[in-house]
């Protein structure tokens, strides 16, 4: 079983599975959300086989929905579970921290087989393969400063900038925590693993279908 929660936007839903960071599907109403989380199960499966995590997730069952707002419907998770609050012990975040290890490692596998140029979208958009990389990693410093992390956004191509950015977040995520709330404007770092690894597969997977003719 898989617990899942909706995020509520007014044009658009997200189904997220609370345990699995990342695993995060949108719809335009809550059948259609949850219909594409289960549908991307497969392509989650490689993310927890890279973090040698077993994934057997079962049927979905909704356990909360929240409000959320305009980001949503922009097409991006914007909101913690209540769960996300909780304490974190220091097995539930080493493994929360290791599927994010995971979804990066899924991103550069993907890209080193991806072509520079990418396919199109039906009105001429969307970033090719070098871009998007770059867009992660520069969310990824505004993410990290949610967790009080301070980097700026690392150049293009400077791998020991990233490395460390990277590092440093996994060291949050990986800690565990006696569920005090962040401070005003800051992300508990549950829902900071979930938004991450989404933002990451998210575009590791635009870039496979984008590759495809």
């Known amino acids: 079983m898989t617990s899942?929660?909706?995020?509520?936007g007014s044009k658009r839903i997200f189904a997220c599975a609370l345990e699995w960071p990342g695993w995060c599907r949108s719809g335009r109403d809550a059948?259609?959300?949850?219909?594409?989380?289960?549908?991307?199960?497969?392509r989650y499966a490689v993310v927890a086989e890279q973090a040698k995590i077993p994934f057997e997730p079962g049927d979905v069952r909704v356990v909360e929905r929240v409000r959320g707002g305009s980001t949503t419907d922009f097409g991006a998770p914007e909101?913690?579970?209540?769960?996300?609050?909780?304490?974190?012990?220091?097995?539930?975040a080493q493994r929360q921290a290791t599927l994010v290890q995971a979804a990066w490692d899924v991103l550069a596998q993907?890209?080193?087989?991806?072509?520079a140029e990418l396919r199109k979208g039906p009105r001429g958009g969307g970033r090719d393969r070098d871009k998007m990389i770059d867009h992660v990693i520069g969310a990824e410093a505004a993410y990290a400063r949610k967790l009080g992390i301070k980097h700026a956004a690392p150049a293009p191509g400077d791998t020991a900038a990233i490395a460390a950015l990277r590092t440093d977040i996994l060291d949050v995520l990986a800690?565990?925590?006696?569920g005090t709330p962040p401070p005003r404007g800051g992300w508990p770092p549950a829902?900071?693993?979930r938004r991450i690894a989404?933002?990451?597969?998210?575009?590791?997977?635009?870039?496979q279908d984008r590759a495809t003719p």
């Open 79 to 92: 909101r913690p579970a209540t769960a996300d609050f909780a304490p974190r012990d220091a097995d539930t």
């Open 110 to 115: 993907v890209a080193t087989t991806t072509p």
């Open 191 to 193: 829902y900071a693993a």
């Open 175 to 178: 800690a565990p925590s006696d």
């Open 31 to 42: 059948e259609r959300a949850l219909a594409a989380l289960t549908s991307y199960a497969q």
């Open 198 to 207: 989404w933002h990451v597969l998210d575009h590791a997977w635009e870039m």
């Open 4 to 8: 899942v929660y909706l995020e509520l």
